[in-house]
């Protein structure tokens, strides 16, 4: 009797133990009520999980922040929540949609630490959304702290695998330029293999067993705090991760300064069955709001760029003048005038060139180096872009001339002083009617609707990378059905790319040859998004490249009313809709050794008539009129490294 009585008051002690260290304080759902958030407290720390129609897409996973002040990620004790509803309509250029309506309930549940500080994270969940923040309010007289690390984490189901880029190594790469969010992917891999020791870029796209997709990132990101990223994978869980303290060339805190009351930027989790909640998904601006106005009615559009294909001997007058007249006869708004321009063409002359530019309808955009003194680039105008006062004597001087745009490269880092540089950048451009493009930079966080400047960023692992690596010329289709699902799900992406030419160089007859199929680079016109896109065709293009396709380079849109997913597998295909105005466009591309037929669901074509670009068997492209099914069921076939587009 003594021995069942030790039993059932062990097994009595351990369910009570149990229900101390996990409890449930709060939840929050989304307005359909399939995405579900649950707070708890396990050992006096706060956590969170996830479950989309009643499956687990989160395990408990840490919530908490660590700052000078004090810490939140321990002994913490549960105050209480409060609900609420959030409903806002907007109108938004430069993303994947221009009319958005965003529907969320809120929770925000206020805890306290060992030393009686208060803390809140508010959650604000759509129905397929997640976000959340931190805000901390002032204790007693304390109105500054400073945030060392965080302890927010995602814990995923053991078996779930995971599309990831590494974080680069500070201070390496091109004259120490690192990182610039242009690693390739760990594809579909078991998330146990996640040990890059930099950890991983935003935004981290996760299959989660059969339930389902998950999308991590960050929004609202700028001069207030510093960028993350997520750690590797350790003990179950990714974390988010501060920046290295040796970016910047060691200059500058990891963490992030903060006035109080405060907050931190906003954590996302987008959540689908399908990847179409991951495809279209505006959460990245949902949850943010413009930062100024425009001082001008700035206008997007297409632009030529001779230094990806004719590299730095094309930096001169007369090669300029070929790419000027290259952009009247293509319509393109733009030329990008890249590096060196400014010592192999000069500012006078420059003047001369903006002119011939205007006088055929052709806005200029001009390259800077962003570096004074974080990192070893070279590439000249230097010292321009760095320095208030610098910064805004040759803005003044873009200005009077007629400039459109600047692009600005080499911004290798996260940390808090370089968020405030991209902030400055843009803030100033604006005062001077200045567009703003970045490159060899981070991932934009929210910025399209933050910044009315801004008109996108690399962020990826580019063009230019076709032109120096033989590894992405091998991977570029794979790469291709990639970036919809995860790099250009949650921002605008200057990709610099839709080649035509078959070597990668000016004299197109032999070096480094491009796998992909005319096809494949058109359809790339439509699957990447960027509001400016400066595409990679050469003068020799109009004569030597079909006619059909410099037809379709010369009508191709790049602002969208909306986007749709179509049909993709992350790393083998991937079909995505875009329409502008009444116009659909279907593109699809196929990173697969073999053909692929599929047959797709495109309502919005049902029973039209559509012209169809698309690859022969041996990948000479081709332009045909064909009928979408009254049910509106298409069946096409795309060749391996190549593509199609459909339109109307």
């Given at each position: 009797?003594?021995?069942h009585?030790?039993i059932l ?22 307005p359909?009520g399939?995405l ?25 996973s ?5 700052t000078?002040?004090g810490d939140?990620r321990t ?17 938004q ?6 009319f ?13 630490n060992?030393d009686g500080k208060?803390i809140?994270i ?17 204790w ?8 060392e690390e ?8 053991s078996?779930?695998r995971?599309y ?5 190594r500070?201070?390496?790469a091109?004259a120490?330029?690192s990182?610039?969010?242009e ?5 579909d891999?078991p998330?146990?293999r996640n040990?890059s020791?930099e950890g991983?870029v935003?935004?981290?796209l996760?299959?989660v ?7 991590i990132?960050?929004t609202g990101v ?17 974390t988010?991760?501060y920046p290295?303290?040796a970016q ?5 805190s ?6 109080l009351?405060?907050?931190?930027p906003?954590r ?5 069955e ?5 495809v279209?998904?505006t959460?990245m ?15 997007f ?10 590299q730095d ?8 003048v070929?790419y000027?007249?290259?952009?009247e006869?293509?319509d393109f708004?733009f ?11 000069g500012?006078?002359?420059m003047?001369e060139?903006?002119r011939y530019?205007?006088s ?12 004074g ?7 000249t105008?230097?010292?321009k872009?760095?320095t ?5 004597k040759?803005?003044?001087?873009l200005q ?12 290798g880092?996260?940390?808090?002083e ?16 200045l567009?703003v ?11 399209e609707?933050?910044?009315p400047?801004?008109?996108g ?11 120096f ?10 790469y ?6 995860i ?19 000016r004299?197109n007859?032999?070096g ?8 494949f680079q058109?359809a790339?016109g439509?699957?990447f ?5 400066f ?11 079909p006619?059909?396709a410099?037809?379709?380079m010369?009508?191709?849109p ?16 991937s ?11 279907i593109?699809g591309?196929n990173a697969?050794?073999?053909?692929k037929?599929?047959t ?5 074509m049902?029973?039209?008539?559509v ?6 068997r041996?990948?000479t ?10 049910n509106g ?16």
């Amino acid at each position: 009797m003594r021995f069942h009585f030790s039993i059932l008051t062990s097994v009595c002690l351990m369910l009570f133990s149990s229900a101390i260290m996990a409890q449930q304080v709060a939840s929050v759902s989304s307005p359909s009520g399939k995405l579900q958030v649950s707070i708890l407290v396990e050992n006096n720390q706060a956590m969170y999980s996830v479950e989309y129609n009643g499956n687990t897409m989160l395990e408990k996973s840490p919530l908490g922040l660590l700052t000078n002040e004090g810490d939140f990620r321990t002994n913490m004790s549960y105050v209480g929540s409060e609900e609420g509803v959030v409903e806002k309509e907007y109108t938004q250029d430069r993303i994947k949609h221009s009319f958005i309506k965003y529907h969320a309930n809120t929770l925000r549940s206020t805890f306290t630490n060992g030393d009686g500080k208060e803390i809140s994270i508010l959650f604000q969940v759509s129905n397929n959304d997640i976000a959340f923040r931190y805000e901390l309010p002032m204790w007693g007289d304390t109105r500054a702290c400073v945030v060392e690390e965080e302890a927010t984490g995602f814990r995923f189901p053991s078996s779930t695998r995971s599309y990831l880029s590494h974080m680069m190594r500070p201070m390496e790469a091109f004259a120490r330029t690192s990182p610039s969010y242009e690693s390739g992917y760990e594809a579909d891999y078991p998330i146990q293999r996640n040990q890059s020791s930099e950890g991983y870029v935003y935004p981290g796209l996760f299959n989660v067993e059969n339930n389902g997709w998950v999308l991590i990132s960050e929004t609202g990101v700028r001069s207030l705090y510093n960028a993350s990223h997520l750690s590797k994978y350790t003990d179950g869980v990714f974390t988010v991760d501060y920046p290295n303290p040796a970016q910047n060339n060691g200059f500058g805190s990891s963490g992030a300064q903060l006035g109080l009351p405060g907050v931190t930027p906003w954590r996302t989790i987008t959540v689908g069955e399908t990847l179409a909640p991951i495809v279209e998904t505006t959460i990245m601006w949902d949850v943010v709001e413009p930062l100024y106005k425009p001082s001008i009615d700035y206008q997007f559009g297409r632009s030529t760029w001779s230094w990806i294909i004719w590299q730095d001997p094309s930096m001169n007058y007369e090669d300029q003048v070929k790419y000027i007249d290259l952009a009247e006869a293509l319509d393109f708004e733009f030329i990008l005038i890249d590096a060196w321009w400014d010592e192999r063409i000069g500012y006078d002359r420059m003047e001369e060139l903006v002119r011939y530019a205007r006088s055929k309808n052709v806005g200029v955009f001009l390259w800077y180096n962003s570096n004074g003194s974080f990192n070893d680039a070279f590439q000249t105008p230097i010292n321009k872009m760095n320095t208030s006062i610098e910064r805004k004597k040759e803005m003044k001087w873009l200005q009077e001339v007629g400039v459109k745009g600047i692009k600005v490269d080499f911004l290798g880092g996260d940390k808090q002083e370089t968020m405030r540089l991209y902030e400055d950048i843009m803030s100033d451009a604006n005062d001077y009617g200045l567009m703003v493009n970045f490159h060899g930079a981070t991932l934009p966080r929210g910025w399209e609707r933050m910044f009315p400047n801004f008109v996108g960023s690399e962020a990826v692992l580019a063009s230019e990378m076709l032109v120096f690596v033989q590894d992405t010329r091998e991977k570029e289709a794979f790469y291709a059905t990639l970036h919809p699902f995860i790099r250009n799900s949650v921002a605008s992406m200057e990709f610099g790319g839709v080649v035509l030419n078959k070597y990668l160089n000016r004299g197109n007859q032999e070096g480094q040859k491009r796998l992909t199929t005319d096809i494949f680079q058109l359809a790339t016109g439509i699957l990447f998004q960027n509001p400016v896109q400066f595409f990679a065709l050469t003068p020799n293009n109009l004569t030597d490249a079909p006619d059909f396709a410099i037809e379709f380079m010369r009508n191709i849109p790049v602002l969208w009313d909306e986007t749709r997913y179509i049909a993709g597998t992350p790393g083998k295909y991937s079909v995505i809709a875009r329409r502008n105005g009444q116009d659909w466009y279907i593109a699809g591309v196929n990173a697969e050794t073999a053909a692929k037929r599929i047959t797709i669901d495109l309502p919005m074509m049902a029973g039209q008539t559509v012209t169809m670009y698309n690859d022969k068997r041996d990948g000479t492209p081709f332009m045909e009129t064909t009928r979408v099914p009254a049910n509106g069921r298409f069946t096409v076939t795309i060749q391996p490294n190549g593509g199609f587009v459909l339109t109307k």
